[in-house]
């Protein structure tokens, strides 16, 4: 898909890799629809594209609000005749053990909030619109750790994973050739650690080797262009491999593995 006069609507743009999307998007001709709650930092993002010659419109909203959601997308889908794209990028990530998580089934609810139930809402109200035009994308940002899961995560991990099966449901109902009442598609991006705010919030991986947002910002923009199922490295592939063949040994072999790593990115972090 060439980007040029493509409208794309991007969720969690006001930081991290949804920001830097955001911009290389726009750069290359798209008109993108910025999302996420703090206005501020939207604007900065929108005033740094349309200084840049690109087209930026700004919707400043908690989408883990469901009315001001649903207003979100009544809005969206006045102002664009046609929406390409919708990349479902906005996220909160919880680290924290399981046993010291047993009186806190509320970290699984507002991930879920944000992570799932937001995206599948604006999802949903965008969907009859790709079908009636006979296209539409969704992209969705989920992690490494999904395919190779990391201890610490559940509340962060259940959530995205539950939003890459709506996703693979989408293409599955909805793809296929548009005059059969298809033409709608899905790609799920499995990024690994990027420094951003959210990575950034954990200290320990202060010390940790991780992708840049603007490298992590271009898989997004690959994952518009190109359309593909998936956009992964090949350890997550092959760890997807592993958990479908052997899941007992693959968690068997990675767990003391993940002990090592944590135990080494503390020790790195207290000597910084
Ligand atoms: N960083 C990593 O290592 C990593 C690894 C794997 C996957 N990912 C995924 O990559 C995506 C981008 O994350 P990031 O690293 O760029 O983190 P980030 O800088 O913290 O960005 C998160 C974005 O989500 C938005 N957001 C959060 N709650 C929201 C709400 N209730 N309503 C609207 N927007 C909301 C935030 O904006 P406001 O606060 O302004 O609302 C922000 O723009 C996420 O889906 C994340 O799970 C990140």
């Not at 499995?190 to 940790?208: D, H, K, L, N, Q």
Request: glycine share 8%.
């Amino acid at each position: 898909m060439t980007l040029a006069g493509r409208t794309v609507v991007i969720t969690g743009a006001s930081s991290g890799i949804g920001a830097q999307a955001a911009r290389q998007l726009a750069d290359r001709g798209a008109t993108v629809c910025l999302v996420a709650r703090r206005a501020a930092e939207l604007e900065l993002v929108g005033g740094d594209i349309r200084a840049a010659g690109g087209v930026a419109h700004l919707y400043p909203t908690d989408l883990t609000d469901s009315d001001s959601c649903d207003a979100l997308s009544r809005q969206l889908l006045a102002d664009h005749p046609v929406i390409d794209v919708l990349v479902n990028n906005a996220a909160r990530s919880i680290r924290r053990p399981i046993n010291e998580s047993t009186d806190r089934a509320h970290d699984h609810e507002r991930t879920m909030a944000i992570n799932y139930l937001a995206a599948v809402r604006l999802t949903l109200a965008l969907v009859p619109r790709f079908v009636e035009q006979g296209h539409g994308h969704v992209v969705v940002s989920s992690t490494l750790s999904t395919q190779i899961p990391i201890p610490l995560f559940s509340a962060y991990l259940a959530s995205k994973s539950a939003l890459e099966s709506f996703a693979r449901s989408l293409a599955a109902e909805l793809g296929g050739s548009s005059g059969s009442g298809g033409g709608v598609t899905s790609t799920i991006v499995y990024f690994p650690m990027v420094r951003t705010e959210m990575s950034g919030a954990t200290s320990i991986y202060s010390a940790m080797p991780m992708m840049s947002p603007a490298d992590a910002a271009g898989w997004l923009v690959r994952a518009v262009e190109k359309r593909p199922a998936r956009i992964s490295r090949r350890s997550g592939v092959l760890g997807e491999i592993a958990m479908a063949t052997v899941p007992g040994l693959t968690v068997g072999l990675t767990r003391p593995l993940f002990r090592r790593m944590d135990a080494s990115l503390k020790r790195a972090s207290s000597r910084h």
